[in-house]
């Protein structure tokens, strides 16, 4: 079955520092790839998305490209804030049959220090 | 035009009883679904409704657990003699017909 798979954290920056979170993704097909947010006692907020390949997301400063070779979807931020503290998911949605529920991995904590 | 409504927030249960779950789904929308998040865990797929129907259940626990979106109303899950290990925060998606999935805040239950 489709699978996600996140870089283990947590992960502790200091602000402007850069930041790389890693995911690698299993699915058959080509599945819309996403990248959500999810601040303490919140629910989960879509941060950014692609849905073929090649094609980068961005949003807030956040960037992520859909590398179909390498089956990846790292999400990057050239220089992280304080409040971008909080863990993010990496999650797949296939595209095809009729499942459209997404697939999630399994979350990378931040924390950014000043 | 407001977000994915669930409540309650957070509910305390003790063993063997009973919790319910309601969502209601943004305006517009007729996909719900429900995931589950365990501590320190991603979200886990639990069922995908549209209204009167279960389109897919594949995560649903085979016993105890049921979930429904009737035409007129919230969607419920139910938790039939809760246990210990039910504990979590249960979220709730709403998407329109092709689109994106927007989630609610979550239900928190502790099951005491």
């Known amino acids: 079955g489709d699978s996600v798979t996140q870089m283990e954290g947590p992960v502790t920056l200091s602000e402007e520092a850069f930041l790389t979170i890693n995911c690698t993704y299993t699915?058959?097909?080509?599945?819309?790839l996403f990248w959500y947010v999810q601040y303490p006692g919140e629910g989960l907020q879509l941060l950014l998305k692609?849905?073929?390949?090649?094609d980068k997301g961005s949003n807030k400063g956040f960037e992520a490209t859909y590398r179909k070779e390498t089956t990846s979807f790292h999400l990057e931020k050239g220089s992280v804030q304080v409040s971008d503290s909080a863990v993010y998911f990496c999650a797949l949605r296939p595209t095809s049959g009729s499942a459209r529920q997404l697939t999630f991995g399994s979350g990378t904590q931040l924390t950014v220090l000043p | 035009n407001a977000g994915v409504m669930q409540n309650p927030r957070h509910l305390v249960r003790r063993r063997g009883q009973e919790a319910r779950l309601r969502c209601s789904p943004m305006k517009g929308h007729s996909h719900v679904y429900w995931y589950r998040q365990l501590p320190e865990e991603g979200l886990k797929f639990m069922v995908y409704?549209?209204?009167?129907?279960?389109?897919?259940e594949s995560g649903m626990p085979k016993e105890r657990f049921s979930a429904e979106f009737p035409k007129e109303g919230p969607s419920i899950l139910r938790i039939q003699q809760v246990v210990r290990g039910d504990s979590a925060a249960y979220f709730c998606?709403?998407?329109?017909?092709?689109?994106?999935?927007?989630f609610g805040q979550g239900t928190r239950l502790t099951v005491v």
């Open positions: 409704l549209q209204k009167e129907n279960i389109i897919d």
């Open positions: 699915a058959t097909g080509y599945p819309s």
């Open positions: 998606a709403s998407s329109p017909e092709q689109g994106e999935a927007f």
């Open positions: 692609a849905t073929k390949a090649d």
